[in-house]
């Protein structure tokens, strides 16, 4: 099974800030990796898909890179609407999450 | 519009069964693979069972093999999940999402409301 590990857990952060979230495989899973963002009491939303490609309808501010077993999620300048959870999820193998990154008001 | 919707959901004793359903619009059902994703309460989520859009391909995760079983109907546009033998363990937030892409495994872009199983005596 291919596991999925996020970091930071828990990320601090104001509005305005360049935010990184990492997710780092446990093997090799090429561009087969996706970003999703849930707010509470939501299903989570598609972000990013194929490692870097932008949903429609996200805003440009999100952005996606890596291959392989390392990956990241950069929000240009966090808006208010950003703080939530986001997860990475790799199809490469059946479908494994990532414990999650929780994006909070600092 | 593009919508998923659950139900089935409820409370059940362990060793119990329940079978949701995900009814499907605004889309081609038949042209895409489904997925059953389960989410505990804090936790992330963890996919449970995939299906292609043809229904002849199915795929489970560990914690589920041979308890559950995922099919659809694409005449009604209906996926399923049969969950036999069920445990406290299985108790989360059911949700059904669509494969972005045919043919291939994909991301989900398509994602239901959720319904909830509870698996207490």
């Known amino acids: 099974d291919i596991q999925m590990t996020q970091s930071p857990s828990t990320l601090s952060a104001s509005v305005g800030d360049r935010v990184t979230i990492t997710c780092r495989a446990s093997?090799?899973?090429?561009?087969?990796l996706a970003w999703y963002q849930q707010k509470p009491g939501e299903a989570p939303k598609l972000l990013i898909y194929d490692a870097s490609s932008l949903e429609s309808g996200v805003p440009s501010r999100f952005s996606g890179s890596g291959s392989g077993t390392e990956f990241t999620l950069t929000i240009s300048s966090l808006q208010p609407d950003d703080f939530a959870t986001y997860y990475c999820q790799q199809y490469y193998s059946q479908r494994t999450f990532g414990q999650g990154t929780k994006v909070e008001i600092k | 519009e593009v919508q998923l919707l659950e139900s089935g959901g409820g409370l059940v004793q362990p060793g119990g069964s329940l079978r949701l359903s995900c009814a499907a619009s605004g889309f081609i059902f038949a042209g895409y693979g489904m997925a059953w994703v389960r989410q505990s309460p804090g936790k992330g989520p963890e996919w449970v069972s995939g299906i292609s859009a043809s229904g002849r391909t199915t795929d489970y995760a560990d914690p589920v093999k041979g308890r559950f079983t995922i099919s659809r109907d694409n005449s009604k546009k209906i996926l399923y999940l049969q969950m036999n033998s069920l445990r406290a363990e299985d108790t989360a937030l059911y949700f059904c999402a669509k494969d972005e892409t045919t043919g291939t495994e994909s991301a989900f872009d398509i994602w239901g409301q959720g319904t909830m199983v509870t698996v207490s005596s």
């Open positions: 093997q090799g899973i090429s561009r087969w």
